[in-house]
Structures are given as C-alpha cells and as structure tokens.
C-alpha cells in the first residue's frame, strides 16, 4: 500500500514538472517592463488579475503590441498605445515583438534605413506589424508579410526595456 503511494506521488511530481518546463507561455515569465502584442483576434482586458473581475476593454486587434508591466500568476498588467492599463491572461499574449504606427499623417516605408531610401509604401497611423531591428533611428516592420523601414519616432512599441531579450 505505501509503495502505491510512493509510486503516485512521483508520478505527480513527473508530471508537474513536466508541465512546468514544457509551458510555453513561461517565455513571458521574464522581468519587467517587457513588450508583448495581443495574440487572438479579439482579447479581453479585466479590471483585476482573475475571470471573475468585470471586463473592461475587448480588443479587436490581433498583433496590437502592450507594454507588461507587472506579472500575477497567470495575468499581465499591461498597458496599450493609447496608456490604458488592466489585465490580460497570460495565454492572450504573444511574447512576439509588435509596433504601431504613430503620430499624424501617413508614415513612409522605405526600402533601406536612410529617407534617401526608396519608398515602398505609406503606413497610416494604427497599422500594427512585426518589429524587427532598429538602427540609426530607423525600425523595420513587417505588417502582414510586406517588409520595410520605418522613422522610430512614428512607431509606438520600440523602446528597449529590462524584460526584452
């Protein structure tokens, strides 16, 4: 009888551990501040770090990059572009680094980081992309499989924080 418990209980303690390192949202379990974007399509932001706070906000964008900026269990406290702050669970973030365009009128895309550049295209403020390298003031960014650089100072989501790898 007490070698079955013995058995059971290790084979628990396996188990655990093996959830514990195979998790692959415990990639976001860095310090922070650090920079993540909204995984899903739509994705709830709460008042409290739980499913049983109200929802606050539902956002309806998908890559949207937030700033992490304190961790509880399964939760983020996360702040958007536009400085609202409240609680995304863990598994609606990708640790995925996003941006977004900023600031008034449409951004250049250029080919190089130089405004000597050729252009690509123009990004009107809000369009989110992947973020790549960033460099002599210049950012690249992906936005739905179409490459190119960017002015830094029209994006939202570039600074370089404690958290970020």
Sequence with gaps: MMGLRVFAVLGLCLLLGFVIVCDPASAQDREVPYWASLRYDEVRMRVGPSEEYPIEWIYKRKGLPVKVVRV?????????????KGWIARSQLDPDRGTMVVGQGLADIRAAPAASSALRWRAEPGVVGRLGGCREGWCEI???GRNGWVNAERLW???TLPGDE
């Design 157 to 159: 989501g570039i600074e």
């Design 72 to 84: 509880r269990e399964g939760w983020r406290f996360v702040e958007d572009p536009e400085g609202i």
């Design 142 to 144: 992906d936005v739905a």
